[in-house]
């Protein structure tokens, strides 16, 4: 196996963080639950852009600490962390200069919890990674949305979009903060071979990056992402990673409470790693910027029997 990989192999298990504009209305929209993962929001309610637009001005995640959720997921015996940089939203969670639709330009907290995610992860010795959504982009002219456009705003062509702006923001993430993971997701017939080969091209300039099998263009990348689910077998021969969600969303809702049992998420980190396998374990912070308690609590009791009864 890629001595690239040994790190990520080695690690069994990481957070992943959906965060984003979309932990805001939480999962309501207009005053009625909307069906469907959290940060789905503006597809399932078919949000216009411009109204969608308006909710940086309300995202001030005032009790965000960088300190507290890495504690966090090294107490919970995590070996890394992967965070949405960018969701199909197109909302940016980082300070981007290619678009100004993100949190540092957009929203009354102006910090970027990238720069202090990457750094507190290095300062606590766990790995960095981050998520981004290089195909579906519902806020961005020509970005992909699975199922079709809903507003004029959105028209436009796709390849400009990836010049535009998937392109230059991967170039960012990249060159800022050296990402160890690039997370991509949910490719559409868009992404083209030729498409995806300008997107190869900058990764190939990181020998170290590890990501993933969702880049599309036919690229099998370096991992394979079952969803929510465990490979009776795993995946012989393969480096590959079970994504899953701690109750039945992943961008925070506020009527979800159908939390998995700490029994079960132990069970599951325990099956992965017996079939060679690694756990990507969501949590979704909500509008304050802080972890829900319930996942926080199943995650320390996690870390608690594993330092017990683990391998370190
Ligand atoms: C995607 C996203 O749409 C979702 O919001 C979340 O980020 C998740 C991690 O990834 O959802 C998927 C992607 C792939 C499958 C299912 C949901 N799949 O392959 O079954």
Redo the contacts with the bound molecule.
């Keep these: 196996r890629d001595a690239r990989m040994a790190w990520w192999h080695a690690a069994r298990y990481g957070m992943?963080i959906?965060w984003g504009v979309y932990s805001v209305p939480a999962g309501v929209w207009q005053g009625k639950p909307v069906d469907g993962?959290g940060?789905?929001i503006m597809h399932d309610a078919r949000i216009p852009v411009e109204e969608y637009k308006q909710l940086p001005a309300r995202f001030d995640p005032m009790q965000f600490d960088a300190h507290t959720w890495v504690s966090l997921a090294k107490a919970a015996g995590m070996k890394y962390i992967v965070i949405?940089a960018k969701?199909?939203d197109g909302f940016a969670m980082f300070d981007s200069k290619a678009n100004a639709f993100n949190i540092v330009d957009a929203t009354p907290f102006k910090h970027d919890p990238l720069r202090a995610l990457a750094d507190e992860a290095k300062r606590q010795g766990i790995k960095f990674g981050v998520?981004y959504?290089q195909d579906?982009d519902w806020t961005a002219p020509g970005g992909a949305a699975i199922g079709g456009h809903w507003d004029k705003a959105q028209d436009g062509d796709f390849a400009t979009y990836l010049q535009t702006k998937a392109i230059p923001q991967i170039k960012e993430l990249l060159a800022k903060y050296h990402p160890a993971v690039l997370w991509f997701?949910?490719p559409t017939r868009e992404m083209t071979p030729q498409l995806a080969a300008e997107i190869v091209k900058l990764l190939d300039q990181y020998p170290q990056l590890i990501w993933n099998n969702?880049l599309g263009g036919g690229y099998a990348g370096d991992t394979e992402?079952?969803?929510?689910h465990i490979p009776p077998q795993g995946f012989p021969g393969k480096d590959w990673e079970t994504?899953m969600t701690i109750n039945d969303t992943?961008?925070y809702k506020s009527a979800d409470t159908d939390f998995k049992s700490t029994t079960v998420l132990l069970r599951n980190l325990v099956d992965i790693a017996s079939k060679g396998g690694n756990y990507l374990l969501?949590v979704g912070p909500d509008a304050r910027g802080v972890i829900p308690a319930a996942e926080a609590e199943r995650l320390q009791t996690i870390g608690q029997w594993l330092k017990i009864n683990g391998e370190s």
């Design positions: 992943f959906h993962a940060e789905w949405t969701h199909h998520y959504s579906q997701d949910t969702r992402t079952p969803e929510q994504c992943w961008g969501n």
